[in-house]
């Protein structure tokens, strides 16, 4: 199947809703975020439609200032909703919840407390009826997955970045969330650090099947990560401008995929819509 055809496939999808609704985890409809200044409102996002499937992972690109963070902010509910609504599983969000774990692009830890501490603290608060070794048993299970595992009662503020994010990553699937937001979890990070924990968010992911949504400004991540790569377009009043389907088998490999035939092509499909 052609691009331009996976183009009007989507293109359809995404002007119709085509998704059946029990394949529907997330869904954003006529999505609106206005800000109020002296010199009238700032429209950041409008009319903005997209539906994310159960078990989909998807990236976002698009220019600084288009509204990427603000979008995803409103699915976590940590940024008021000005207009339309953000359903999970077709219940509208009210404000923040243990459905939705975000991995920020600082990992936002409790500098004097352990790694084991503060994945503690969300599976604390969701699994509150489980008795304290479950609860452990959980946090710990996590970080032997992003490689911690001799890192456990190690005090944040004595972790390198990349360990950091590590230890993020581990407390958001921690909490078993149904929608794993990411907010260019790996933008900080040098490049060798960023491929590890790329490949160490795709095997856990790969695993858990959690619906995730990220936000990344490098095509390359955007590729590799995703099923989908949705294209925003500049703000203000950003909305969705186009959205690629990756077809790669998974699980993938980067190899697998830089050698993919298909690779160049979405490459300059990203990069021309970005350069537009």
């Given at each position: 199947?052609?691009i ?9 999808v ?6 059946p ?6 869904d ?6 206005v800000?109020?200044?002296p010199k009238?409102?700032y ?6 439609d997209?539906?994310i ?5 998807v990236?976002?690109i698009?220019?600084s200032?288009?509204?990427k ?10 940024n008021p909703?000005s207009?339309g609504?953000?359903?999970v599983?077709g ?6 919840g243990?459905?939705r774990?975000v991995?920020?692009q600082s ?9 084991l ?20 048993d959980?946090?710990?299970?996590y970080l032997?997955k992003v490689?911690?595992?001799d ?8 972790l390198?970045q ?9 407390r958001?699937f ?10 260019e979890?790996?933008g900080?990070?040098d490049?060798l ?8 968010l ?6 858990e ?7 990344t ?16 377009t ?10 690629l ?14 050698e ?17």
């Open positions: 199947m052609s331009i055809t996976e183009k009007t496939i989507t293109k359809n995404l002007e119709n809703g085509l998704f609704s029990n394949e529907v985890m997330l954003l409809k006529k999505l609106k975020k800000y109020p200044t009238g409102d429209v950041v996002l409008e009319d903005l997209l539906q499937r159960k078990e989909e992972f990236t976002i698009g220019h200032g288009c509204g963070t603000t979008m995803l902010s409103m699915i976590a509910g940590l909703i207009g609504n953000i359903a599983l219940k509208h969000i009210k404000g923040p243990p459905d774990g991995i920020f990992p936002s830890l409790m500098p004097w407390m352990t790694s501490q503060n994945v503690m603290l969300g599976v604390n608060q969701v699994f509150p009826h489980a008795s304290k070794k479950e609860r452990e959980v946090a710990k299970y032997q490689g911690l595992e890192a456990f009662h190690k005090k944040a503020s004595e390198s990349g360990m950091q994010q590590r230890v993020g990553i581990a958001a921690a909490i078993k969330p149904k929608v794993l937001l990411l907010d979890p790996f900080m990070l490049s650090t960023r491929g590890e924990l790329q490949d160490i795709i095997e856990i992911w790969n695993k099947k959690i619906t995730a949504v990220m936000i400004h490098d095509v390359d991540e955007a590729i590799f990560l995703a099923d989908r790569v949705v294209m925003m500049s703000g203000p009043r950003a909305k969705i401008g186009d959205i389907d990756i077809n790669f088998e998974r699980p993938r490999t980067r190899k697998s995929v830089l993919h035939n298909d690779y160049y092509t979405y490459r300059k499909h990203l990069i021309d819509f970005l350069e537009h």
